[in-house]
């Protein structure tokens, strides 16, 4: 049997399991079937979609929205480091948040002010 990358294609949620963006195939056709998936501004309802390098993939991640690029595709299910070499991010990394503004007790945390001495 060839590889998935002989034929320069690979269905969609194998990707996403390839990928590490689903925990399992059946997570990742659950994923594409309910829409959340665009592929090239399409939105994709078909698990058996065929993706080659070179495509934009928008997929949600946790709470957050993913803008990826294929650059390869790979050939099977590695570690995390031989999948994030295959794509890239399109979109920032979110900005540094700062300080929690609320404290672990549930309090209000207020920044220090210089200005004025503590009462």
């Known amino acids: 049997m060839a590889s998935p990358g002989a034929a320069g294609s690979i269905r969609l949620d194998k990707l996403l399991w390839f990928l590490r963006f689903a925990r399992s195939r059946s997570i990742a056709q659950a994923m594409v079937e309910a829409g959340h998936i665009r592929l090239d501004g399409r939105r994709i309802t078909r698990s ?12 949600p991640v946790g709470e957050r929205i993913e803008v ?3 650059l390869s595709l790979p050939p099977r299910r590695g570690p995390a480091t031989e999948a994030q070499a295959c794509y890239t991010r399109l979109d920032p990394a979110p900005a540094d948040p700062g300080p929690p503004a609320i404290d672990a007790d549930g309090n209000a945390l207020h920044r220090e002010r210089p200005d004025r001495p503590n009462q």
Do not use: D, E, Y
């Not at 979609?49 to 928008?58: D, E």
């Open 48 to 59: 058996s979609c065929a993706v080659h390098a070179g495509a934009t993939l928008v997929l």
């Open 68 to 70: 990826i690029r294929l």
